[in-house]
């Protein structure tokens, strides 16, 4: 089995999507548990013409990944965080959010997307910093929401 991190960025387009290098940026923090539904998520947003940094998919074997991470971050338009009980214990996903949040003036947008956490219990962790919890929030259920807002703001034609 390859090792994910020796994967090289996806080339190709979804069909009918025109990202271009003027098109935003999102970048998608999650555990590596998740890498699956990261994966479809990047693809969505993708449809929508943003461009994504997808860890397993944006950073090859030789790059210095704090180096492509930090540099993806300042790059950002916004911030996805596909938050599970995996991702609230794994640090990587802590620093992604903090560099979004401390190292950039002003602080990137972030969209908080919730799987296996209700809203409420997600407000009621106490390590999950105050202005994470004032993020747009949803559950990973209503994704399509986010999906058609972004694809709004890009000007992309979605499908039904």
Known sequence: ?????????????????????????????HSGEDT???RQIAAGIERC??????????????????????????????????????AIERPWVWVEISL???????????IVLLHGLSRSDFLAIEKVPAFLKQEDIIPLN????????LARRTGAKRDA
């Open 1 to 29: 089995m390859k090792d994910q991190k020796r994967r090289k960025p996806r080339p190709a387009k979804p069909a009918g999507t025109e990202v271009g290098e003027a098109a935003p940026l999102v970048f998608i923090s």
């Open 36 to 38: 699956w539904v990261a």
């Open 49 to 86: 013409g943003a461009r994504t940094f997808l860890d397993v998919s944006c950073i090859q074997f030789a790059d210095d990944p704090d180096q492509r991470i930090a540099e993806a971050v300042a790059e950002a338009a916004e911030l996805v965080v596909l938050l599970t009980p995996w």
């Open 100 to 110: 979004a949040h401390y190292h950039r003036k002003p602080p990137c947008p972030m």
């Open 142 to 149: 209503r994704i399509d929401d986010y999906f058609a807002d």
